[in-house]
Structures are given as structure tokens and as C-alpha cells.
């Protein structure tokens, strides 16, 4: 996805995110936020080089496992049957507490391991320690 589609995209999940919460669509409003978070991930971590793919698939791994799992709780979620708790949540507030808590550890490892690849490569950095370093 092109740098001028990604806030874009961001607006229009946004903008359909809000009416799916005011017509009461919790699992919709999930995997929006889901899809939200997923293109300003991507959105925050371009690099002025090339693109890491590894990235980019981890979060959209992340971003449709997610996903199908919220659907799958809201699927079979029976309002008058025996609430199903998952780690001291129902079925689907652990999906939002723990399937967002471990991405942003994902993004950071990712972030560490591609630092010198993409964000700040070894003849960007000595230009940089050169111009701004001081010594």
C-alpha cells in the first residue's frame, strides 16, 4: 500500500468504525479496531527505505488471526447460556485485552531487529553521528 493510501485507509476504517458502534455492532467495531491498528502500525513503520515484509506480515498475521478469532467469539456467544471466560474475561474482552497487550512487544522486537537494515543504516548513521555528534 502506497504512503498516500495509508491515512486514508485510516480515515475510512475510523469513519466506519463509528457507525458500527452507534448501530451496536460490537464484532464489527473489533475487527475494525483490529484493521485500525494494523494500518497505523504499517502507517508508523515505514522506513525511508524499503519496507520490511517481515513487518508487515507479522502484523497482518496478527491482524487476521485476530480478527477471525473475535468473529468465532461473537459467533458462538450465547447471551442466555453460561458466560465462557477466557483468563478471568468473557470470551470477547480477552480477545481485546490479550490479543492487543503482545502486539506492541511484536512491533518492538521487529523494530530492534530491522534498526540498523532499515530505519538507520551504517552510512545514514556515521552521516548522522557526523553532522549531529559533536566530536
Known amino acids: 500500500m502506497s504512503e498516500a493510501r495509508l491515512p486514508v485507509a485510516s480515515a475510512v476504517i475510523c469513519s466506519v468504525a463509528l457507525v458500527a458502534a452507534l448501530a451496536g ?8 479496531a ?12 515505514r522506513s525511508p527505505g524499503r519496507t520490511s ?6 502484523v497482518g498475521i496478527w491482524a487476521a488471526t485476530f480478527c477471525g478469532l473475535l ?4 459467533a458462538t456467544h450465547d447471551p442466555a447460556g453460561e458466560l465462557f471466560l477466557v483468563g478471568g474475561f468473557p470470551a ?7 490479543g492487543t497487550t503482545p502486539l506492541g512487544a511484536v512491533l518492538g522486537v521487529l523494530y530492534g531487529l530491522s534498526f540498523d537494515r ?11 553521528l557526523g553532522r549531529f555528534g559533536g566530536e
Open 25 to 32: 455492532q460490537a464484532a464489527l467495531l473489533g475487527m475494525l
Open 34 to 45: 483490529a484493521a485500525l491498528t494494523a494500518t497505523l502500525g504499517a502507517l508508523g513503520l
Open 53 to 58: 515484509r517481515l513487518t508487515y506480515a507479522v
Open 71 to 74: 468473529g468465532l467469539a461473537y
Open 92 to 98: 470477547g474482552t480477552a480477545m481485546l485485552v490479550y
Open 118 to 128: 532499515e530505519v538507520l543504516p551504517r552510512d545514514r548513521q556515521d552521516a548522522f
